[in-house]
């Protein structure tokens, strides 16, 4: 059961550097969302995705940008990387019914120097 | 708008005595309401959930009931042990696609 995979685990950029986080899942959510954790603010949501084709922005989308081409996967790139980014990045995925829980990955540890 | 407030930590307790984590929100509408565990080094995992009010939820000796007339949904747990500790999120859950509002998330230590 490999449910939501985050990759890569960690990473470190400079500041001005691109990157592009992944996430794919098997259970055939139809929801999908990108979350930022850090010290003291518990998770908020960057962006997220009810359905293939489509996006939308959420508590703190500025600086990132995503992509839902296939069902399964959701993509989060950070187009010039900047300090303030540094966080530890989770993906969810979920059912359309407000009673479901959000499933999580594993998350990616990310260092902007 | 909706918003869910924990009490902040760390909590420090020692094995075997009772725990709880007061957690309150705000919501528009009927909102369902869980509970999420992460240990050191993971991604959150579903502890229990409610989905309305009166409803209790529990699992591996954890509980917690929604009251609507409080707004609340604290987390209860009557003999913690060493390996329950880890950060607990409350979260509630919008029908506006199903996003869901953290609390900042309690730390718990618990000691042998």
């Known amino acids: 059961n490999a449910g939501v995979t985050q990759t890569p685990k960690f990473r470190v950029l400079k500041t001005g550097q691109s990157m592009t986080l992944l996430c794919a899942q098997d259970m055939n959510h139809e929801y999908m969302y990108w979350y930022r954790q850090d010290p003291g603010m518990g998770l908020r949501l960057i962006h997220y995705?009810?359905?293939?084709?489509?996006?939308a922005k959420g508590e703190v989308p500025d600086g990132y940008n995503v992509s839902r081409l296939k069902k399964q996967n959701f993509l989060l790139g950070l187009e010039s990387a900047a300090p303030s980014q540094t966080s530890v990045y989770f993906c969810?995925?979920?059912?359309?019914?407000?009673?479901?829980?959000?499933?999580f990955g594993d998350g990616t540890r990310l260092s902007i120097l | 708008g909706n918003s869910v407030t924990q009490m902040e930590g760390p909590v420090t307790l020692s094995e075997e005595a009772f725990l709880t984590i007061n957690c309150t929100y705000t919501?528009?509408?009927?909102?369902?309401l869980f509970w999420y565990v992460q240990y050191p080094g993971e991604g959150l995992q579903l502890l229990l959930k409610?989905?309305?009010?009166?409803d209790k939820g529990s699992n591996k000796g954890f509980e917690a009931t929604y009251r609507k007339e409080t707004t609340s949904f604290h987390l209860e747990k009557g003999s913690v042990q060493v390996s329950d500790s880890a950060v607990y999120f409350c979260?509630?859950?919008?029908?506006?696609?199903?996003?869901?509002?953290f609390g900042s998330g309690t730390k718990l230590n618990v000691k042998p």
């Open positions: 919501a528009t509408g009927y909102p369902s």
């Open positions: 979260a509630l859950s919008a029908n506006n696609f199903n996003k869901f509002y």
């Open positions: 995705s009810v359905g293939e084709g489509t996006t």
């Open positions: 409610a989905t309305k009010a009166d």
């Open positions: 969810a995925s979920g059912g359309t019914a407000s009673n479901q829980p959000q499933h």
